[in-house]
Every structure is written in structure tokens, then in C-alpha cells.
């Protein structure tokens, strides 16, 4: 089965840290990449962090410095830090993985909500 589970959503406290993680089922072969993107109520989904499958990194500009995204390849893993959480940050995080075989991947979201 094709698919992506995420976990490590919740509630937190303005400042706090959250580390989602994104497994992907083994049918999902020749990963080209995977990220993290959310959405809040009334906005489009946006992308937050990328990582290829050879490391190489990209953030939008509001989590450059406090999120860090990483990939464990042998385990189809991948996981956000997310430090120093805002209000803004609120939102529906999604994993996406891009397969070079069978293409875009999403999971089903995790709520992320930070209080002020």
C-alpha cells in the first residue's frame, strides 16, 4: 500500500518545540525528495521545508533558523524539528513524498496549533 503516515502534531505554548515525523510505506520507491507543507484555515497550502534524497535542504523564509527538516533513507522517514513555535505557525502539516516511479505522495496531516 502507497502511503504516508505523520505524526507529532498537538498543542503547544508560544516558544515551545514540536518534531513531526512522516513514515512512508516501502512501496514508495526512488524517492527524489520529500517535504513538509501546511496550510492554515482560509490560506493555501504553502511548503515549509524540502530534502532531497542526497541531503540537500530548502525552508521558506519564516522557518529558516527554527525548523530543521532531516531524512533517514534506510528507515523512508522524515522528520521536522520545529523550534520556537508562533501563533502563525498554526496549521494542518502535511508530508509529501516525490517518487521518481509513481510521482507525488501526500499523507493525510497532522494539526499543529501554537498558543500565544
Known amino acids: 500500500q502507497v502511503q504516508l503516515v505523520e505524526s507529532g502534531g498537538g498543542f503547544v505554548q508560544a516558544g515551545g518545540s514540536l518534531r513531526l515525523s512522516c513514515a512512508a510505506s516501502?512501496?514508495?520507491?526512488?524517492?527524489?525528495?520529500m517535504g513538509w507543507y501546511r496550510q492554515a484555515p482560509g490560506n493555501q497550502r504553502e511548503l515549509v521545508a524540502i530534502?532531497?534524497?542526497?541531503?540537500?535542504?530548502a525552508y521558506v523564509d519564516s522557518a529558516k533558523g527554527r525548523f530543521t527538516i532531516s531524512m533517514d533513507n534506510a528507515q523512508n522517514m522524515v522528520y521536522l524539528q520545529m523550534n520556537s513555535l508562533k501563533p502563525e505557525d498554526t496549521a494542518v502539516y502535511y508530508c509529501?513524498?516525490?517518487?521518481?516511479?509513481?510521482?507525488?505522495?501526500w499523507g493525510q496531516g497532522t494539526q499543529v496549533t501554537v498558543s500565544s
Open positions: 509529501k513524498a516525490v517518487s521518481s516511479l509513481i510521482g507525488d505522495v
Open positions: 516501502k512501496s514508495i520507491n526512488r524517492i527524489v525528495n
Open positions: 530534502i532531497s534524497s542526497d541531503g540537500r535542504t
